[in-house]
């Protein structure tokens, strides 16, 4: 089956077999949101000098957008996009109960704060001469407004002192003591059906090694 499905996904979309792993960037179009959360004793931004975001015990979120967003047959709208990131952040069980059982309870049950930081690097894909590409995150007006809507709801539903963040677009240092370490990174694209091959070949292709070449020589 893998493999009638990888003969389809070469006939509609060749280039991305020029790419190093062609089912990790098919899997990359379903996506239209990636969390990296993590567990945290403390967590804070600093972005020139100036601390942005800084929690104790709680979790640190890096939020990436894909640009595959608002597509006819591949992407949510945008409120639930917000709606799922929100669900899953406050929702999924990192700590122990009282009576010592582990995964039993979650950032919200326990007033936690939560560190919201927009990371575009989470869209990544990996070219065969090893260079990263950067196409597939969503472009940054669009990416700030969903981050925006994300801290907006966030805020609203544990409050904006809960509530902390890096800056958009900024060069952040983020400082971190993981706890466990725990770490989970989550899909928008999961538990979702994926969208019919001809509505992904529509998606523009990565930037290959070989154009950029080619338009460097142009230039």
Partial sequence: MLHNFQRQLQLLCPTLFLVSDPLESYTLLLSIMRLCIQRVK???VT?????????????MVLVGMGDVDGQEGIGPPQEELVKWACDRIL????????AGKPWKMSVDTLMLPVLLVSQFTLF??????????????LKPDAA???????????????????????RFGAMMDVALVNDGPVTVNIDSSEGRDPPPLAAVAAVPPPVLASEDATKSSEE
């Fill in 42 to 44: 403390s967590a804070s």
């Fill in 47 to 59: 972005v020139d000098g100036e601390i942005t975001g800084q929690i104790g015990q709680g979790l």
């Fill in 91 to 98: 929702g999924i069980k990192f700590w122990e109960n009282e």
């Fill in 124 to 137: 990544t894909v990996v070219k065969k001469n090893k260079s990263l590409d950067f196409h597939r995150a």
């Fill in 144 to 166: 700030k407004d969903m981050y925006d809507a994300i801290v907006a709801e966030m805020q609203k539903r544990i409050g904006e002192e809960r509530t902390q963040t890096g």
